[in-house]
C-alpha cells in the first residue's frame, strides 16, 4: 500500500517536474534556484500526502505548492522582489543544457518576460511557455477563467509593447 | 485575440525546450524519494481496524489471549483481577486481561490512560503484598521490572500524543501520572514501613529504630561504672551492628522498589516540564507568527481598512465593560 503511493507519487514527479521547473525557472530566472524549489515543493507534497490528506489534482497542487515556497524562499533571502533575485544569478548556459541554441532562445523570452510585471508574467509563463489553456490555469490558481482570461490580454499587450520597443531600438 | 504575434511565438516556443536534464532529473527524485523514505507518514498506512486485518495485526501472544478469554469466559478473568505476584492466575490477570485490553484501546490519550493505570495497579499490588506480609524477593522483582515497563511506556507514548496532539495534551497527561505516582510512593513508603515494624516485634514500634536504641545505649552507659559502661557501650555497638544490619535489609527492601518510584518521579517530572515548556513556546509564537497565504492576503486587503475598525470596536467593549 505504501509502496502504491510511493511510486504514484514518483511517477507523478516523472510527468510534471519538467514542466515544473520550467515554471519556477520563467518566475525567477534562476536554474538553481528554479531546482530548488522544484524539489522542496514535490517534498512539501508528499508531506501533506503522507499526513493522509488527498490531493485531487497533482499538477494544480504542485503548482500551487511551488508558488508558496517561491514566496517563502524570498522572505528567507529578504529580497523583496524577483528582480533583485535576477541580478544575483543568472545561470550561464552549462553542459547540462539539452540544446545551447534553444536555451539561448529560451533566455531571449525571459529577457522580454522580465519586463512584464506579476501577476501578468506568470500568466504569460503558464499559457505560452508551457501551452495551458486558460481554463487549466485558472484552476491551478484557483481564479476565475475570466480573471485569467484578463491578465493575458494584458500580459500580452505589455508583451508587445517591449517586444515593439526592442524592434525599435534595434 | 489572445495569441501571440508570429514572431513571439517562436521565441517562446524555444523556451518551451527548457528542461531539466536527465541527470539534473534523477539527482532530484534521489533526493526525492530520500525525502520520501525519511518521512512516511501515518495517513498512507491503512488502518489496523480495516476488515480482515484485525487479527493480523495483532500481537499473535494476544490474539491467542482474546480467544483464550472468550472460550474460558468472563469468570476466570474476573477472579485473576484480585490476583498479586506469585498467584496462578497473575499472568492471566496481567498478560492476558490487560493486554487484551490495551490492545483494543485505540487512541493514543486513552493508550497512556491505560498504561499509567497498569503501572499504578502494579504498586497497588506491592502495597498489598507487603502490608499482607507477603512480599518476597521475586514478587518484588517481578513488579518492579513491570511497573518500569508500563512508565517507560507511559513517557514513550506520551511523545507520540505531544506529536500528533500538541504539547498542551502531553503535558497534562504527564502531570496526571507524576500526582497519581506521587500518591502511590507515599502509600508505599508507609506499608513498608508497617511491614519492617510488624516484622521486628522485639523492637519498638518507632519512626526511626537506630536513633531509639543509640539513645537508650547511652542513657544506660551514663548512669552505670566505667567498666559497666565499656562493656555496655561494646554491647550497644554489637547490638547497633545487627540493628544496622535489619536496618539495611529494610533500606534496601523498602527503596528497591520505592527508589524506583522516586527516580521515575524525578524523570517524569522533567520530562513534564519540557513538554510544559514546548506549551509556552508554542502560546509565544501563535501571538508573533503570522502566516498569511497569498490568497487570504489578495482577498483581505482591499476590506482591511474597515475590517479592522469594526474589530477593534468589538473587541473594546467588553474590555470597557
Known amino acids: 500500500m505504501e509502496n502504491m503511493a510511493e511510486k504514484a507519487f514518483l511517477e507523478a514527479y516523472e510527468a510534471h517536474a519538467d514542466a515544473l521547473f520550467r515554471h519556477c525557472y520563467f518566475k525567477t530566472s534562476n536554474r538553481e534556484f528554479a531546482k530548488d524549489v522544484v524539489q522542496e515543493a514535490f517534498c512539501r507534497t508528499w508531506n501533506y500526502m503522507a499526513e493522509g490528506r488527498r490531493v485531487e489534482n497533482m499538477r494544480a497542487f504542485l503548482y500551487r505548492v511551488a508558488g508558496n515556497v517561491i514566496i517563502d524562499e524570498m522572505r528567507k533571502r529578504k529580497t523583496t522582489s524577483l528582480e533583485a533575485l535576477e541580478e544575483v544569478g543568472f545561470a550561464p548556459v552549462d553542459e547540462h543544457t539539452p540544446d545551447g541554441e534553444a536555451f539561448a532562445s529560451g533566455q531571449e523570452a525571459l529577457r522580454m518576460l522580465r519586463h512584464v510585471e506579476e501577476p501578468y508574467r506568470t500568466m504569460l509563463v503558464m499559457r505560452f511557455v508551457e501551452g495551458l489553456a486558460p481554463k487549466d490555469i485558472a484552476e491551478i490558481l484557483k481564479e476565475s477563467e475570466n480573471v485569467v482570461s484578463v491578465r493575458i490580454h494584458r500580459g500580452l499587450k505589455k508583451l508587445r509593447t517591449v517586444f515593439e520597443g526592442e524592434q525599435k531600438d534595434e | ?321
Open chain 2, 1 to 321: 485575440m489572445n495569441e501571440l504575434t508570429p514572431q513571439l511565438e517562436k521565441k517562446f516556443e524555444n523556451a518551451k525546450r527548457v528542461v531539466l536534464s536527465r541527470a539534473e532529473k534523477d539527482a532530484m527524485r534521489g533526493h526525492i524519494e530520500s525525502f520520501m523514505r525519511e518521512n512516511r507518514g501515518g495517513g498512507m498506512i491503512p488502518s489496523p481496524w480495516a476488515a480482515g486485518r484485525f487479527l493480523v495485526f495483532m500481537h499473535k501472544p494476544v490474539a491467542l489471549a482474546l480467544v483464550v478469554i472468550l472460550a474460558l469466559g468472563g469468570g476466570t478473568a474476573y477472579a485473576a483481577e484480585s490476583a498479586l505476584p506469585g498467584d496462578t492466575l497473575y499472568s492471566v490477570k496481567v498478560d492476558i486481561v490487560e493486554e487484551a485490553l490495551a490492545v483494543v484501546t485505540i487512541s493514543d490519550e486513552a493508550r497512556v490512560r491505560w498504561d499509567v493505570r497498569r503501572a499504578e495497579r502494579r504498586l497497588e499490588e506491592a502495597v498489598e503484598l507487603t502490608s499482607e506480609g507477603r512480599m518476597t524477593d521475586e514478587a518484588q522483582t517481578e513488579i518492579e521490572e513491570r511497573f518500569e515497563k508500563f512508565a517507560e511506556a507511559v513517557e514513550v507514548r506520551a511523545k507520540v500524543v505531544e506529536e500528533k496532539k500538541g504539547p498542551r495534551v502531553a503535558a497534562a497527561l504527564l502531570a496526571e501520572f507524576e500526582s497519581k505516582l506521587r500518591g502511590h510512593e507515599r502509600l508505599l513508603a508507609r506499608a513498608d514501613k508497617g511491614n519492617s515494624a510488624a516484622a521486628r516485634s522485639a523492637a519498638p514500634a518507632a519512626d526511626e529504630p537506630t536513633t531509639m536504641m543509640a539513645t537508650m545505649s547511652v542513657e544506660t552507659a551514663s548512669s552505670d561504672s566505667e567498666a559497666g559502661a565499656a562493656l555496655m557501650f561494646e554491647a550497644t555497638v554489637m547490638e547497633d551492628d545487627e540493628q544496622g544490619k535489619h536496618d539495611d535489609k529494610d533500606e534496601e527492601k523498602e527503596s528497591q522498589l520505592t527508589k524506583k518510584v522516586r527516580a521515575r518521579l524525578e524523570k517524569l517530572e522533567q520530562v513534564r516540564l519540557e513538554a510544559e515548556l514546548e506549551v509556552e513556546l508554542e502560546d509565544i509564537s501563535e501571538d508573533i507568527e503570522f502566516d498569511i497565504d497569498d490568497e487570504a492576503l489578495e482577498i483581505l486587503l482591499p476590506e482591511t481598512g474597515a475590517g479592522g475598525a469594526v474589530d477593534m470596536d468589538v473587541k473594546l467593549i467588553p474590555s470597557a465593560l
